[in-house]
């Protein structure tokens, strides 16, 4: 996928107030020092169109990006350590909460993880909220370039047998690294798949 243009759409915090286009829609989440922000940077070629900061939890709201007028790219809060109160950190979870229940453009989500440390029981946990409300996700882990090789291949191994405890199958997965833009045409591809087979469904209706 040749990303043509990338703008910021919105912010808000209620799930009625997110755009009303019926258009293809992915969510990023995961927590909040995972570096969400220079992977959507990085998948659509933009130094600063998700603000990044050395300071967890900055991103605060729900925040649609449009991605060649055709999808949306959606920026959620991230879960965990943020530096907000507790009433803060019971508000974000409401609305995100609020968010993959209620929002019907809602394709798939992607849930970010630190490749570099073991299986983390807040990412495990969040994973098995979203299966056991069918809400679609992928696996991203980042900051690949940290890391050996093998040591990748190892700490994604560690996920999988954690996860196959209690799920079937290991969930769909890329492997990226912001910085060496690894990972970028894996994951648009599979966007971009998805959204055809969303228009194809859509002319047979």
């Known amino acids: 996928m040749l990303i043509k ?22 969510a990023f989440i995961g927590r909040s020092n995972v570096g969400k922000s220079s992977l959507i940077n990085m998948l659509t070629n933009h130094k600063s169109l998700a ?4 300071r967890p939890g900055k991103t605060q709201l729900i925040n649609h990006f449009s991605i060649n007028k055709e999808w949306f790219l959606v920026d959620l809060p991230g879960y965990g350590y943020a530096r907000v109160s ?5 508000k974000f979870q409401k609305f995100i909460t609020n968010y993959f229940e ?25 994973m098995e909220w979203l299966g056991e409300h069918q809400i679609p996700f992928s696996i991203i882990f980042t900051k690949a370039d940290k890391l050996k090789p093998k040591a990748i291949d190892q700490h994604v191994e560690d996920y999988a047998t954690e996860m196959l405890k209690t799920w079937e199958e290991m969930p769909n997965y890329f492997v990226t690294s912001s910085s060496k833009a690894m990972g970028r045409d894996e994951v648009l591809q599979y966007i971009d798949d998805t959204n055809i087979e969303i228009n194809a469904l859509k002319k047979t209706l």
């Open 51 to 54: 603000k990044t900061s050395g």
């Open 5 to 26: 243009t990338a703008e910021f759409v919105i912010s808000n915090s209620e799930v009625t107030k997110c755009p009303k286009d019926q258009i293809p829609e992915y």
């Open 102 to 126: 209620k929002r019907q453009q809602l394709v798939s989500a992607f849930v970010l993880v630190d490749i570099r440390h073991k299986p983390q029981n807040i990412d495990l946990e969040f």
């Open 86 to 90: 507790k009433s803060a950190k019971k």
